[in-house]
Structure formats: C-alpha cells, structure tokens
C-alpha cells in the first residue's frame, strides 16, 4: 500500500510567521505535489518536484517555496504566512512520467490568524 | 479560462438512481484523465483513462473518453448514500476540475 503522510493535520499560524508543511511518502516515488484545496477553486497546483533537488512551479506558487533535498521527502515552506494562505493543503506523489496515478496525504488544514 | 469543467457543480439524487458527472477539458496534448473520489480527507483514485472509446468498469461505476469531443464521463448506477462525495476530474497529474458534489439522500 502506498503511504503518504503530512506532518500535520491541524496547523494554526500567525500572519508574518514561517510555516513548514513536510510530505513524506515510502514508495519511492519520483514525482511529489503540493496543492491546495479551496471552496469554488477545487485544488490547485503550487509546485511539484520530479526529481530530488528538482521543482517546477505550478498554477500559484506566488508566497510559496519548496525543498526536495530526500527522494520520500517534498517540504511546502510559507516565507511569511499571511491570512489568505488559510486553505487545506494536500501533498501527492506518484511514479515518473506523465499521466501515472497520484496517490494524496490526508492533508494539512491551515489557519493563518 | 478553465481548462477543465465540471459539472453539474453539485446533484441531489435518491438513493437507487444513476447518476452520470461530466468532465470538459480544452487541453489536447495530455496522456490522461483521471477521476478521483475525495470525501472527508484526500482524494482517492478510481479511474485512468488514456484511450478514447474504452470503457472502465468497477462494480457500479463506469467511466469512459471521447478524445474527439474532449469529454468523459463518470456513471454511478444504483447509487448509495456512501457514494455522496466530491468526485474529480483532472487531465494528467496537473489540471484539476472544480469537482461535483455528489450527495446521495436515503
């Protein structure tokens, strides 16, 4: 069974503070995702990775970065968090190439007071 | 401009009805469409299409391409209140639909 896991399910942050969201999944996948999940938006892609140490940004990556310095490990970092970061957060990963299944975390809900 | 539409955006049906969710997309160069069923958590996989015309069954749930109008469809028949959910279209691993919401009433 592949296992996706994210270090938080629950998070509360201050507007201004720095915010890590870790991903870790144990099938050695080569593609890892992060997304975020909105009412009326449905998710959207914020950067993936295809490779350690490789990322591309996604459709909003604006106030997000990313590390990938470990195959099984894709960190979400908010530089400055602020309030309209407040949204759900799901990683995924999947193996190389185009189309192939993403199999998703049970996601990160965030609060950014 | 999405590139990818769903709908209807949300269905109320009686359990025992057949529901059928559409999914639009504008993209031609892509090598998949995948529908996802999220309920309370994150998503999980039902169906990866790649072909046009080939149907993809599991139990009550069937799903099918037509690359040359650009569309799938996902059918649910004998629908179930465990069916209620938000089901997802998304093409290859990076463009998501907006997703149905699907509740089904006893």
């Known amino acids: 069974d592949v296992k996706v896991t994210q270090s938080s399910r629950y998070l509360v942050k201050r507007t201004g503070e720095k915010v890590f969201l870790e991903c870790v999944q144990d099938?050695?996948?080569?593609?890892m995702f992060w997304y975020r999940q909105d009412p009326g938006l449905g998710l959207r892609l914020i950067y993936f990775s295809y490779d350690v140490k490789m990322k591309e940004k996604g459709d909003i990556p604006e106030g997000y970065s990313v590390s990938r310095e470990k195959k099984e490990r894709f960190s979400l970092i908010l530089e400055s968090a602020s309030t309209n970061q407040t949204s759900m957060y799901l990683c995924?990963?999947?193996?190389?190439?185009?189309?192939?299944?993403?199999?998703f975390g049970p996601g990160t809900r965030l609060l950014v007071l | 401009e999405d590139k990818v539409v769903q709908s209807p955006l949300s269905l109320v049906v009686h359990e025992g009805d057949t529901v059928t969710l559409n999914c639009s997309y504008e993209v031609t160069n892509f090598r998949s469409l995948l529908w996802y069923k999220q309920e309370k958590k994150a998503p999980t996989f039902l169906f990866m299409l790649t072909s046009s015309g080939i149907e993809k069954k599991s139990g009550r749930l069937s799903s099918i391409l037509d690359k040359k109008e650009l569309f799938s469809i996902l059918n649910i028949t004998a629908t179930q209140t465990g069916d209620s959910a938000i089901y997802l279209c998304a093409l290859s691993r990076l463009v998501f639909g907006k997703g149905t919401r699907l509740s089904v009433i006893a």
């Open positions: 099938m050695d996948h080569e593609n």
């Open positions: 995924a990963s999947s193996f190389s190439g185009w189309g192939e299944t993403q199999y």
